[in-house]
């Protein structure tokens, strides 16, 4: 429901800027430029530390390797509808993109601009186009119960602390302009969160094939039902 989701994104943005600043004031005091969360946690905690941040550290990563490309390869099937199976789907989009990122990453850095220029123009493609199919009536439905389990994806959806380290050594560990770039990270990112929680719940039914209990239970990205309710009512 959206009161719920409106309130978990809330809750953990704040969340996630507060242990942004704390990151980032760990950062400035060790002016490291191989500074890690590993190294840090290992200063506090011990060995014991290193190693459990270093497991998060996989599952965060992998796991969101994992959603992109599951996600990536719904959409493709499902909305494209392209006659492809799904394992060769899954590796066309990570062979290309392992080979760019592995060969030579610094290059791949200099059209980071662009590919986030045409990120956030896909984004509000998308934020326009669903605006028109919102129903108000949507909204009134609220199901507090579910949102712990929601809370790993808002989280997911809020997390950015891996640049922070990046941001620093780039920005010569200056704490003003450190906190004002997490700080306009932060409230960009809510934004967006805002935005298309408002579009998904207003635009998809809760019930149906395309509504969000059926994508829900298929796991399914919210984009899936969107287009495929979008060529229904064509």
């Known amino acids: 429901g959206l009161f719920p ?32 969360y590993p190294s840090m946690y290992q200063e506090y905690f011990g ?10 550290n996989l599952v965060i990563l992998y796991g969101s390797l994992v959603v ?12 494209v509808d392209i006659p492809i199976s799904r394992e060769l789907i899954v590796l066309l989009f ?8 592995i060969a030579n990453p610094s290059k791949l850095l200099r059209f980071n601009a662009l590919f986030v220029g045409l990120l956030i123009i896909s984004f509000m493609a998308i934020v326009l186009m669903g605006e028109k199919f919102v ?9 507090w119960g579910m949102l712990a389990s929601a809370l790993p994806i808002i989280v997911m959806a809020a997390y950015f602390h891996n640049v922070i380290p990046t941001i620093s050594k780039q ?6 302009w450190i906190f004002i770039a997490v700080l306009i990270t932060t409230v960009i990112g809510l934004i967006m969160n805002l ?8 635009v998809l039914p809760l019930q149906g094939d395309n509504g969000i209990i059926h994508a829900l239970d298929n796991n399914l990205p919210a984009t899936v039902p969107l287009g495929q309710d979008r060529k229904s009512t064509r």
């Open 5 to 36: 989701s409106l309130a978990g994104t809330l809750v953990v943005s704040l969340a996630m800027f507060i242990t942004a600043l704390i990151l980032m004031q760990e950062s400035v005091k060790m002016r490291k430029e191989t500074f890690h």
């Open 47 to 56: 060995p014991v530390g290193k190693w459990v941040a270093t497991v998060a």
């Open 68 to 79: 992109y490309l599951s996600g990536a390869t719904a959409i493709v099937i499902k909305v």
């Open 94 to 101: 990570f062979l290309p993109l392992t080979a760019i990122t």
């Open 135 to 143: 129903k108000t009536e949507h909204f009134a439905h609220s199901e």
């Open 171 to 176: 920005l010569d560990w200056n704490v003003k």
């Open 195 to 202: 935005l298309w929680i408002q579009i998904g719940i207003g």
